[in-house]
Structures are given as structure tokens and as C-alpha cells.
């Protein structure tokens, strides 16, 4: 493939990219070290906190921006960005991507206060959000048939899987070893070599140019979706306005969908979800990645605080899972191929609900090897069926609409994570802050701090130390466990409806649909 072939159009060079072998699958791999970079981000700075706390002195409030400015600019800006990718070329938004995320990761690298470095991860999420959408619909132009496709796709989800795997263990070492702003510096050398290679392997493709693209449907998508995220932080946060702003996200995105529907070229085609396929699959990211994103995070929370893992060894625990999340990327291909869509989509929900059953059965004791054993059917099962779901949303959608449609499954991703967090932990608090009875010696004062969290216990116990504080903290975690047994309940149950409704919604006729489409 000749410089010259890829840089031109899809409309004159889009055949030849996709008839070479070679070039699909360097076009794959750049694109997933550029997802293997946004991965890591999102969760590099779970290791990194501790150090960039004490070196920034950020508040509570801005410590939680810190963590929540990334994922709240790329959720609303998802949908925008891949509708220009559709219109005004993937490969150009990519690059552009690539020198918005390289300057914000240097900002942050460098940043001078927990102000600077709120600003400077909302830039990456700009950044993120033009690359995000425009990786999965490049993968939908080059591989035309769909067995590839889904080895494509099975590729790209394993190294995603291994991004957020990587993130914690690499920003340990790298604050480690040098200071907190090296887990974004990290970013700017490796965009550096992918700047130049993406200019010359991508290719380019503009499937809606010349259609109109309406500014007010962008403009009411963006407001929709960050009031609607952000409403589910703060609701989840026990805060009222965030009910106004879960309302108002609702309001907007109604108006948002009336308005496509009257649009002679609407900037989203709604069409895409009379599709049942569709539909299903959108619909199986969100309530999967619902099911597991606030639960990995009570999960974290009982490794550390229940078991007494410390951070690094909590990540080196939970290492089965995402080991077991790789592999079920790479093998979900095959498992398509060889089951059909309904199969592997809904079998892998059931692996995952079945493997988490087993936990209910566990409190503060030790259970290592079976703990592992339920993170690898977790692993596995989970990413069986987010591969199946990222299938048969991006073979339901044609080319010409592929980024929408990646922006929507990217979307219900980060609007999954986000209900999820906010959902399943305020189940945790409303079973824990009631379960925690009071403790002889302690005040009323200290327990009600004590109720909180299970950190805050933790806080209260070390200030109280002796046999009051040891006594504090066993009844803490046993109150924890009965609010992570609750959301675990949630889990399966929501886990084995989403696999009983893709065996029922799901056409016969997909688990058959190879080739090109």
C-alpha cells in the first residue's frame, strides 16, 4: 500500500485499503495502541491519587473532578464527534485527536494546581472522545467481511481490556519511580510516533460528505448527555440538584430525538434503533457495563478494606479478571463464529451472572483461589458478550453511518459506567449506613461519620484505636458485606434478564449473517 493510496479518499482509494491484507491489519494495530493510550488513562490514576493529593492539595470536590472531568466531557461529546468523523473524514479526526490528547496529557503532566489539572483532563477527554468513535468505525470500513470484522473487533476489545489492566500497575510504577506527572507524560512520546504513522496507514473516508450537518442537534445531544451524566453523579451522591439535572438531560435529549425525527438529514438516523439487533446490542452494553463498573468498584473497595489488601496488592489480586477479560476478547470471534450471535452474547451474560453468584456466600473471611476462579468466569463472560453486542451493532449500521453508530455503543458504555457507580453504590450505603449497629465506647457523633462509608469507618477506627476502633472496623465491614452482597444480587438478577432477553430479541437470522454486508 502506497502513501499515496492511503491518504487519498475512500471514494478513490477506500477498495484498495480494504483488498490488502497487510494494511488492515497495520490500520488495526495503530488503532489499538491509540485505545490502548485511552485506557490506560481512564484508570491510571487509581494508583496516582495518593501521590497527586499530597503534591496538589486538591479539596474532596476537586479531587473527585479530577477523576470525573475525563469521563464527563467524553460521554457528551461522543455523538457530536462521530457524526463529523461520518461528514468530514474518520482519519482527520483521529489525527486531531491525537494533538488534542498529546498537548492535554503535557498540561496535566505539568499541571500547577488541582485547577490546572481539572482543566487539563477535560482537554484529554475532548481528545478521547474524537478518537474513541472514529477506532470503531475505521475497523467498520476496512473489514468488510464480517468474520474479520469480528476478529477485529475481539482484538480491539482485548486490548482495551488490557489498557484498564495496565493502568493501576503502570501508574504505580511510574510515580514510583519518577513523580504523579509522569503517568500523563507517558502519553507524549508514543503520540509522537503515532501522529506521523496514522498520517501515512490510515485511511480517509468522508461516507456523508455533502450532507448538512445541524449544529443544534450536536448543541442539544452535548447538553443532554453531560446533564444527564452529571445529574447521576450527584444523584448518586445523595444530592438533590442532581435530580434538576438528570431531568433537565432527559428534557433535552426528548427534544434531541423530536427534532431528528422532523430533520430531512437528521445528524442521528433513528432508523438504526427499529433495528431489533440493534437495538439489543446497545441496550446489552448499557446494562452490562451497569452491572459490573460500580460493582468492580465495591469489589476494589473489599479487597482493600475488608481483606486489608494494599492498593498495589489489590490490583496484582484482581489480575485473573482482566487476564481472563484478554482472553475472552481474542476468543470471542471464534465463539461467534462457531455459536452464532444469541449464543455467545447471551451465554456470556449468564457466565458472568453465574460466576458472581458464588460471592454472596463469602463476608471477611479469605476465599483466594475460589476469588480467582470467579474473577476468570467474570473476565471471561463479560467480554464474550460486550464483543458480541460491538458485532452486531456495527454490522447493523452501514458504512455511511458507522460513526454514529460507534458513538452510540461508545456512549451507552460511558452512560452504563456512569448509572452504575451511582445506582448500585447508593445500594451499597442504603444496606451499609443501617446495618452498621452502634458500637459500645464510640459516640454517636463518630458512628454517624462511621456511616458514611466503610472508609470513613476505617478513618474513625484508626483515630479511636484500642479494642473501640478494632471494634468499629469488624462491624463496618460486616455492614459492608451485606451492602456489596445487595449489589451483587442486583448484578446477577439484571445480568440474567439482559441473557434471557437477547435469546429472545435477538434475530435467528443474525447468528448467521457473515461476509460482507
Known sequence: MTAMGVAADTRRAGTGTR?????RWSVLALLCLSLLLIAVDATVLHIAGPALTAALDPSSVQMLWIVDGYSLVVAPLLLTFG???????RRRLVLTGYVVFGAASAAAAFAPTATALIAARM??????????PA????????FTDRRERAIALGVWSAVAAAGAAAGPLLGGLLVERFWWGAVFLINVP?????????A???PESRTRAGQPWDAPSALLSVLGILAFAFGLKEAGAGRPEGVAAFLGGVALL???VRRQRRLAVPLLDLSLFRRRSFSTGVAAVLLTVFSLVGLQLMLAQYLQLVLGDSPPGAAVRMLPLMAASVAGGLAGAHLLRRLGLRATMGGGLALTALSLAPTLAWGTEEHPLALALC????GFGIQVALLAASDTIMSSASESHAGGAAAIEETAYELGAGLGVAVLGTVTTAVYAPSLAPVEGVSAELMERARQSLAAADAVARELGGQGGAALLAQARLAFVSGLHSTIVVSVLLLGVTAAAVAVLVPRGSDDRTGPD
Do not use: E
Not at 83 to 89: S, V
Not at 123 to 132: K, N, R, W
Not at 190 to 198: E, N
Open 123 to 132: 482537554l484529554l477527554g475532548v481528545g478521547g472522545a474524537m478518537i474513541m
Open 200 to 202: 501515512r496507514i490510515l
Open 135 to 142: 477506532t470503531l468505525s475505521i475497523i467498520r470500513q476496512v
Open 190 to 198: 508514543i503520540l509522537l510516533v503515532l501522529l506521523p504513522a496514522a
Open 375 to 378: 474473577f476468570v468466569g467474570i
Open 19 to 23: 483488498s490488502s491484507g497487510t494494511g
Open 83 to 89: 457524526t463529523l468523523g461520518d461528514r468530514h473524514g
Open 254 to 256: 426528548a427534544w434531541f
